[in-house]
């Protein structure tokens, strides 16, 4: 029988790896929405789609976590050096429906960095920031799109 293609001790190992780098890359708002606006920087949204069409930051790209391989992200991602910011759910407070928070240590950004480094994207910085959304943008300084945004 032929083993699996599923590595926990690889995961942990990686994991470990990225752990002090990604402290490095975590960005506030005001870091975030200056990388942001650089030429070739990609703002990337891995949540559900009916989320990301919802709400989301404004220029962000979307591919669901769940969709993540090396063909998939290379269809996005157009170089392995290219600038990529993330953000998830729980760097959001005010909207439940499309910004449901999760449990801290299961927050998207954790497996979303930790599995873009994996795959060979090495310049991701993450946001760090807590946004209101109960704040209008103006105050925010966040441009949001979608369906729910008024």
């Given at each position: ?48 789609k009916?989320?990301?069409?919802a ?15 090396e ?5 996005v991602?157009p ?17 439940p429906?499309?910004m ?5 240590p299961?927050?998207?950004n ?7 480094y994996?795959?060979g ?5 993450e ?13 925010v ?10």
């Open positions: 029988m032929k083993k699996s293609d599923v590595d926990y001790k690889g995961f942990v190992e990686i994991t470990d790896e990225v752990a002090q780098y990604r402290k490095e890359r975590i960005i506030d708002v005001d870091q975030f929405k200056k990388l942001a606006k650089e030429p070739g920087t990609i703002v990337l949204d891995t949540r559900s009916e989320n990301f069409e709400r989301h930051i404004k220029g962000a790209v979307h591919l669901n976590f769940s969709d993540f391989s063909g998939k992200l290379a269809k991602i170089s392995k050096d290219t600038k990529v910011l993330i953000y998830c759910n729980n760097n959001f407070i005010g909207d429906m499309f449901a928070r999760k449990l801290a299961m927050a998207l954790i497996p979303t960095f930790i599995n873009l994996g795959y994207y090495k310049n991701v910085y946001l760090g920031s807590m946004i209101n959304l109960g704040k209008t943008d103006k105050n300084g966040v441009e949001f799109a979608g369906t729910a945004v008024r």
